[in-house]
C-alpha cells in the first residue's frame, strides 16, 4: 500500500534538475529537508497562475524551492531569497544557477527577520512569498509578508502540519505553538482569503485582499 502522495508523485516523471539539488544536499552534508515535489510543482503553478513578478522566499537551503519558483517566473521577474546561513545560500545559488535561473536570483544572507526589516525600511514591495524557514518565526514572517505585500499577494507556508506535532494537543513546544497561531490567522485574518492543504506537512495559501 502506497501513501496518496507517493501515487500521485509517481506520475510524474523524474526531474533532472530538481534531482541534482537532492544529489547536493546529500554531498554537503545539508538536510533533506526541502519542499516536497508536489508541492514544488504547485508552487511553480501558483507563480505562473498570479503573474507574479517579485518573489520573496524566506529559507532557501539548497535551492530547490528556488527552482520551483523560478520556473513559474514570467519574463523580467526575480526571486529575492533570505538564507540564514551563507554556506548555504551558496549552494543554492549554485543549484539554482544550474537550472539556468542564476541571472533571476538574488540571496540575501542572516536572519530573515533582520533582512525582512531592511526591506521594510527600504520600502521594498512582493507579490508572493513562500515561508519556508524556521517554525517559531511563522507568525513574525506573516507580519512582514502582510506589511511588504503588493494588493492581491500570495502568501504560501510549508511545514504548517510539523510531521503531526500541530495536531497532537500534547505537543506545546515553541514551534508548534508558533505554527498554529500562524494556522489560525491565515485562516480568520479579515485582509486574507485562504486555504489549507493537508496533503505532505500541509502547506498553507493565502492572498492578500484588495
Ligand atoms: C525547510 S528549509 C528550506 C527549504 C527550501 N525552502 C526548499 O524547499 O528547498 C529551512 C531553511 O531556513 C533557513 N533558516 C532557518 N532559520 C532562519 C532564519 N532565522 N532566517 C533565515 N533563514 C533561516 C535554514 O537555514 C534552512 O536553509
Known amino acids: 500500500m502506497i501513501s496518496n502522495e507517493q501515487y500521485v508523485d509517481s506520475l510524474y516523471a523524474s526531474d533532472e534538475k530538481l534531482d541534482r539539488v537532492i544529489k547536493g544536499l546529500e554531498r554537503h552534508d545539508m538536510p533533506q529537508i526541502s519542499i516536497a515535489e508536489g508541492y514544488g510543482r ?5 507563480v505562473r497562475m498570479s503573474g507574479a513578478s517579485r518573489l520573496l522566499e524566506i529559507g532557501a537551503l ?12 514570467r519574463q523580467g521577474g526575480r526571486l529575492l531569497s533570505l538564507e540564514l546561513l551563507q ?18 536570483v538574488d540571496y540575501l ?9 531592511k526591506l521594510k525600511e527600504e520600502g521594498r514591495r512582493f ?5 519556508d524557514a524556521d517554525k517559531e518565526g511563522y507568525p513574525v514572517y506573516l507580519d512582514y509578508a502582510l506589511q511588504l505585500a ?9 511545514n504548517i502540519l510539523l510531521r503531526g506535532r500541530t495536531t497532537d494537543v500534547n505537543k506545546q513546544g515553541p514551534s508548534v505553538l508558533a505554527v498554529r497561531s500562524f494556522n489560525e490567522r491565515i485562516a480568520t485574518d479579515d485582509r486574507l482569503e485562504s486555504t489549507i492543504l493537508p496533503g505532505y506537512d500541509g502547506l498553507a495559501i493565502a492572498r492578500v485582499k484588495g
Do not use: M, N, W
Open 42 to 46: 504547485l508552487l511553480t503553478l501558483l
Open 62 to 73: 539548497g535551492g530547490y524551492s528556488g527552482i520551483c519558483l523560478a520556473r513559474g517566473l
Open 87 to 104: 554556506p548555504y545560500a551558496e549552494v543554492a545559488k549554485q543549484h539554482v544557477t544550474e537550472a539556468g535561473f542564476g541571472d533571476y
Open 109 to 117: 544572507v542572516g536572519d530573515a527577520k533582520e533582512s525582512l526589516a
Open 127 to 131: 507579490d508572493f512569498f513562500f515561508v
Open 150 to 158: 503588493e494588493p492581491g499577494a500570495i502568501i504560501v507556508a510549508d
